[in-house]
Nanobody, 123 residues
Framework: QVQLVESGGGLVQPGGSLRLSCVVSGTIRNIRAMGWFRQAPGKQREFVAQISSVGVSNYADSVKGRFTISRESAKNTVYLQMTSLKSEDTAVYYC?????????????????WGQGTQVTVSS
């Protein structure tokens, strides 16, 4: 099994920055893709960013140019650096993992999930 633990969420003013972390443990050799999703109150969970085991990444249009996903294999950690934050970025952010990389942006293609971390952008 695979366990994911997110951290780094909090309250930030519009225009500010946050870095989320996701530590992966368990049978990590089977993991080929990591993703970040978010869910705002009353809305469906949506794709934010993903990265393959060799560093190929892609982003939702709404965050492209503001968010950066990266991975530090030695620490089994994936990061989401968020800059120029907007109120509409407020959501619970979830880390997810999959045994293969397909470029899919569907949450159903990720079998492993963390518990989520709250990000609130407000003045």
């Amino acid at each position: 099994q695979v366990q994911l633990v997110e951290s780094g969420g909090g309250l930030v003013q519009p225009g500010g920055s946050l870095r989320l972390s996701c530590v992966v443990s368990g049978t990590i050799r089977n993991i080929r893709a990591m993703g970040w999703f978010r869910q705002a109150p009353g809305k469906q969970r949506e794709f934010v960013a993903q990265i393959s085991s060799v560093g190929v990444s892609n982003y939702a249009d709404s965050v492209k140019g503001r968010f950066t996903i990266s991975r530090e294999s030695a620490k089994n950690t994936v990061y989401l650096q968020m800059t120029s934050l907007k109120s509409e970025d407020t959501a619970v952010y979830y880390c997810a993992a999959a045994p293969y990389y397909s470029g899919s942006r569907y949450s159903n293609d990720y079998p492993y999930w963390g518990q989520g971390t709250q990000v609130t952008v407000s003045s």
